[in-house]
T-cell receptor, first 114, second 118 residues
Framework: LAKTTQPISMDSYEGQEVNITCSHN???????ITWYQQFPSQGPRFIIQ???TKVTNEVASLFIPADRKSSTLSLPRVSLSDTAVYYC???????????????FGKGTKLSVIP | NAGVTQTPKFRVLKTGQSMTLLCAQD?????MYWYRQDPGMGLRLIHY???????AKGEVPDGYNVSRLKKQNFLLGLESAAPSQTSVYFC?????????????????FGAGTRLSVL
């Protein structure tokens, strides 16, 4: 089970680019990296997923270095509405033993300041 | 396409009462999950299901039971509610696709059920 480490909180001003890094030193060869966003009083929402190098969608970019021991979620020009908790998940949800192997942890609370 | 629907949205119980939370998904997903989230905490997995008729324990299963009689529904039961079960409960469903020998798993969440046990 790949353990992940993220900063507990981050602050940013509106219009800035925000980068949230997740460390996952024991990532397995076939593990994918997935990020979710959770607004207050709502369920988490999938943002982006990647395996290596760079992935970009309409919401964010995900940068994964060659050794894959970390990943960085990049949010361009954040607004107040990006204030949320961001979770990094790494691993295969179902191990060979059949037990579930993904956990959300506490995530990173991003506060965007006007 | 409603996605994942949870009922009820709010509920207040007295200690010892029982109740069932219903989760329904219309995405034909094989996998379904029940999480609880307490203030300042991340999501903790209660039970999950990898297909119709199957269930398995997650990280915090004690005091809860589940059933998956139909593929689209996943029920979470509290037989005798306790104040420690006051929480926000989230249901999720997912598909998994296998690429590069690994599983790409993306979960879709419901809006949550706020439960207070007095």
């Amino acid at each position: 089970l790949a353990k992940t480490t993220q900063p507990i909180s981050m602050d940013s001003y509106e219009g800035q680019e925000v980068n949230i890094t997740c460390s996952h030193n024991n990532i397995a060869t076939n593990d994918y990296i997935t990020w979710y966003q959770q607004f207050p009083s709502q369920g988490p929402r999938f943002i982006i997923q990647g395996y290596k190098t760079k992935v970009t969608n309409e919401v964010a970019s995900l940068f994964i270095p060659a050794d894959r021991k970390s990943s960085t979620l990049s949010l361009p020009r954040v607004s107040l509405s990006d204030t949320a908790v961001y979770y990094c998940l790494v691993g295969d949800p179902y191990s060979g033993a059949g037990s579930y192997q993904l956990t959300f942890g506490k995530g990173t609370k991003l506060s965007v300041i006007p | 396409n409603a996605g994942v629907t949870q009922t009820p949205k709010f509920r207040v119980l007295k200690t010892g009462q029982s109740m069932t939370l219903l989760c329904a998904q219309d995405m034909n997903h094989e996998y379904m999950y029940w999480y609880r989230q307490d203030p300042g905490m991340g999501l903790r997995l209660i039970h999950y299901s990898v297909g119709e008729g199957t269930t398995a324990k997650g990280e915090v299963p004690d005091g809860y039971n589940v059933s998956r009689l139909k593929k689209q529904n996943f029920l979470l039961g509290l037989e005798s509610a306790a104040p420690s079960q006051t929480s926000v409960y989230f249901c999720a469903s997912s598909y998994s696709s296998f690429e590069r020998g690994g599983a790409k798993n993306i979960q879709y969440f419901g809006a949550g059920t706020r439960l207070s046990v007095l």
